[in-house]
């Protein structure tokens, strides 16, 4: 099916008409089939839900504190949500099936079947050379940033729990999804504030300060009764 329709594409007439009559109409109706797909495939939710809202709070929390970086350690954590997605990708898959249902399984689904082994395994060895520091540091937080780490997830369960085509118009869609996800928190992190961590930790040991004072108070006259009874006997 992918390489049909690549066929069809390199062999069609590229031109200006062509491209807003037939290829933009397509690639569009795909990338919103890919963005909508939790709501239409309600299970996704329990795997997506997680990731979406990890990746929402690492890029905010990331452009807020900009002189921030990733860290190797985070990195190698990141790797593993490929690794665990895969599992579940592939439980999706053969999940139903006994050992000796896989081969059909297999014959039904080879494509999703690679596209989940292959999430898993890109994750263990981009995780081997972030765990070793074997890569450039600015490269491997690239690739193992959450913004790269989540959508590459995101894009393989969409394909493996729904009926999306595995086609170009599929990749082109998910690139059109990585663009705008980095301009919308590129957009967020002009827009955020800066941050005053003096100002609320001020006010945060103010609140508990105020809370415990009573506590301490008790707590000093109790130490004080028994000073007392120490020296009256």
């Not at 439980?91 to 006994?98: A, D, P, T």
């Not at 009926?163 to 928190?185: E, I, K, M, N, R």
């Amino acid at each position: 099916m992918f390489f049909a329709v690549g066929a069809a594409l390199a062999t069609a007439p590229i031109s200006t008409p062509y491209f807003l009559q037939h290829i933009l109409p397509s690639l569009r109706e795909r990338f919103s089939e890919i963005v909508s797909a939790p709501f239409r495939t309600p299970d996704m939710l329990w795997i997506t839900l997680p990731l979406l809202i990890t990746l929402v709070m690492m890029e905010v929390y990331f452009g807020r504190y900009r002189k921030e970086q990733l860290g190797w350690s985070t990195a190698v954590g990141n790797n593993l949500v490929l690794v665990f997605v895969s599992l579940d990708l592939l439980r999706q898959l053969y999940g139903s099936s006994g050992l000796a249902g896989i081969s059909e399984v297999f014959a039904l689904y080879p494509g999703k079947t690679i596209i989940a082994a292959t999430v898993g395994l890109s994750g263990l060895l981009i995780l081997y050379y972030d765990f070793f520091h074997l890569l450039p540091k600015r490269f491997a937080f690239t690739i193992s940033s959450s913004l790269a780490v989540n959508l590459t997830a995101y894009l393989a369960i969409v394909i493996i729990y729904t009926s999306v085509g595995l086609d170009w118009y599929t990749f082109f869609a998910g690139l059109l999804l990585f663009v705008t996800a980095a301009a919308f928190f590129a957009l967020v992190r002009r827009v955020e504030p800066k941050p005053a961590e003096r100002y609320y930790v001020g006010k945060a040991e103010r609140v508990i300060s105020s809370l415990f004072r009573p506590l301490e108070k008790e707590h000093e006259k109790k130490k004080g009764k028994r000073k007392k009874d120490v020296h009256s006997s």
